[in-house]
C-alpha cells in the first residue's frame, strides 16, 4: 500500500522553538489528518483539515491543508517537554470507503 | 466515558498458535479498522468493516482473520499463518462516511 513522505524524520530541538514538518502525496487528498503517538500508546487526533487551502489551529498547533491538495503541513509553536513523540499525517480520498494512507512519522523530541 | 478499548495490553503467543485480540467501543461509530505497527514505521492496514457483518481485506490481511458481528466489537485473530506476528496493533473506528479516525491503546504482541 501506498505511504506518504514525511519530513523531516526526526527533529532534535530545544524548548520554546517553533517546529515545522509537512507530509507529501503523489496522489490527491481530500481530507488530511494530524495525530500524536507516544510511546507505547494509541494515536492521538490533533487537526483534521477537510478543504484545500484550509488553516485549522487546536492551541500551539496550527495546520494547513496545501493548495495543490498534495500536501500538509504542521506547525507547533513554542515547544514543550510533552511536545515529544511521533507525529503522524494522514490522507484520505473521497470514495475509498474511509480508508487512511498514513505517513512515516516525523520523531520529535525537546531538550530543556 | 465513550471510547476505544482493546485488550490485553500486552499478549504472547507461542509458535503455531492463534491468538485474539479485542477491540470494543461505545462510540456509536459505524466503521472499524486493524491496523499493525512495526518499529519505526507507520501504519498498515489489515482488515477493516464499514457495517456489521461485513467486512473487507487492508493491506496485510495474509495471516490474519476478522469477524464483525456487533456494532461495538470487531476482534482480530492473528493465525498460525502469519510467520511474523510480532508487532504493535492498534484498533480505530469512525462514524459513517467520515474519514476521521479514533484510536484505541494498542496491544503489543509478541511471540515466544
Known amino acids: 500500500g501506498q505511504q506518504l513522505n514525511q519530513s523531516p524524520q526526526s527533529m532534535f530541538i530545544q524548548e520554546g522553538e517553533d517546529v515545522s514538518m509537512n507530509c507529501t502525496s503523489s496522489?490527491?487528498?481530500?481530507?488530511w489528518l494530524w495525530y500524536k503517538q507516544d510511546p507505547g500508546e494509541g494515536p492521538v487526533l490533533l487537526i483534521a483539515?477537510?478543504?484545500?487551502?484550509e488553516l485549522t489551529s487546536n492551541g500551539r498547533l496550527t495546520a494547513q491543508f496545501g493548495i495543490t491538495r498534495k500536501d500538509s503541513f504542521l506547525n507547533i509553536s513554542a515547544s514543550i517537554p510533552s511536545d515529544v513523540g511521533i507525529y503522524f499525517c494522514a490522507g484520505a480520498f473521497t470514495g475509498t470507503a474511509s480508508k487512511l494512507t498514513f505517513g512515516t512519522g516525523t520523531r520529535l523530541q525537546v531538550t530543556l | 466515558d465513550g471510547g476505544i478499548t482493546q485488550s490485553p495490553k500486552y499478549l504472547f503467543r507461542k509458535e503455531g498458535q492463534n491468538v485474539t485480540l479485542s477491540c470494543e467501543q461505545n462510540l456509536n461509530h459505524d466503521a472499524m479498522y486493524w491496523y499493525r505497527q512495526d518499529p519505526g514505521q507507520g501504519l498498515r492496514l489489515i482488515y477493516y468493516s464499514q457495517i456489521v457483518n461485513d467486512f473487507q481485506k487492508g493491506d496485510i490481511a495474509e495471516g490474519y482473520s476478522v469477524s464483525r458481528e456487533k456494532k461495538e466489537s470487531f476482534p482480530l485473530t492473528v493465525t498460525s499463518a502469519q510467520k511474523n506476528p510480532t508487532a504493535f496493533y492498534l484498533c480505530?473506528?469512525?462514524?459513517?462516511?467520515?474519514?476521521?479516525?479514533?484510536f484505541g491503546p494498542g496491544t503489543r504482541l509478541l511471540v515466544l
Open positions: 483539515l477537510y478543504k484545500a487551502g
Open positions: 480505530a473506528s469512525s462514524m459513517g462516511t467520515s474519514k476521521t479516525q479514533y
Open positions: 496522489s490527491i487528498f481530500n481530507t
